[in-house]
């Protein structure tokens, strides 16, 4: 069934409760607050805003891994990326879309995770209490918990090497002095580590659960997809953690 279609018996399921007034209203009954309002909407816009989430986190990680290859190279590509399309946005502004467009991107996907769940917990039986353990995988699971993490640490990670507010050297423009001064403290790593894992779980499964809803797999293709979001996750987890643990270890100074 098309989104439309199933957001659109949703909707009427809506109007038989009453037909209330004002924005809010007003937009459910639009096309897009039709597909929003819809399960399979909401199945939509995780999708698309997790596929633009882990766009931005493996050109994040590529990045990253720029400080092997030579370490001021991080300070030159922060400085490139703050003056890209300077004369039409302003300095740091295309750095500010980027920000904006990934801010919305994570409350679209965390309220459409949240809604869904809670659609799932009330279509369930009175009677069905718990979840059979053969239901899910371990990541499946989990989800819930490490959305909470990587939220956690997004704010700390922004306040730490963004801001610089919770950075030991906290120098606008000196990435690479603030990366080394932050992974020096093992507690800083261990967290960074955890919530690099609790990432790596997250794209396994969304990644998977996303190929599955469009359709791409099949008992053919099955073991090559899920061998992807795999492959997919253990990439980006061990490029991330690398940085940190080369700090730690003496090998970035």
Do not use: C
Not at 25 to 33: E, K, L, V
Not at 168 to 176: A, I, K, L, M, S
């Amino acid at each position: 069934m098309k989104v439309q279609d199933q957001a659109h018996l949703e909707d009427e399921v809506t109007q038989q409760q009453g037909n209330p007034r004002g924005p809010l209203a007003a937009f459910r009954r639009s096309t897009a607050g039709r597909i929003w309002s819809s399960t399979v909407g909401k199945k939509a816009v995780m999708g698309i805003t997790g596929a633009m989430m882990l766009l931005y986190v493996i050109v994040h990680m590529v990045s990253n891994l720029k400080v092997f290859i030579e370490p001021a190279s991080l300070d030159r590509y922060a400085m490139w990326l703050r003056e890209l399309l300077s004369g039409l946005l302003g300095h740091e502004g295309l750095v500010w879309v980027f920000r904006a467009g990934l801010l919305a991107a994570v409350l679209l996907h965390m309220t459409a995770a949240i809604q869904l769940a809670r659609r799932a917990r009330a279509a369930r039986p009175d009677g069905y209490q718990r979840r059979s353990r053969v239901q899910g995988s371990y990541a499946a699971r989990t989800m819930r918990w490490g959305g909470v993490i990587l939220a956690l640490f997004i704010v700390y990670h922004l306040l730490d090497l963004t801001t610089g507010d919770l950075n030991p050297h906290g120098v606008h423009g000196e990435v690479y002095r603030n990366v080394v001064a932050s992974f020096q403290r093992w507690y800083v790593t261990l967290f960074y580590a955890l919530s690099v894992i609790a990432l790596g779980f997250h794209i396994r499964h969304g990644l998977w659960s996303g190929l599955q809803s469009l359709g791409a797999s099949n008992a053919a293709r099955q073991r090559a997809l899920k061998l992807l979001a795999l492959g997919t996750a253990l990439f980006i987890t061990f490029g991330f953690l690398s940085v940190p643990f080369a700090v730690l270890t003496g090998l970035l100074r």
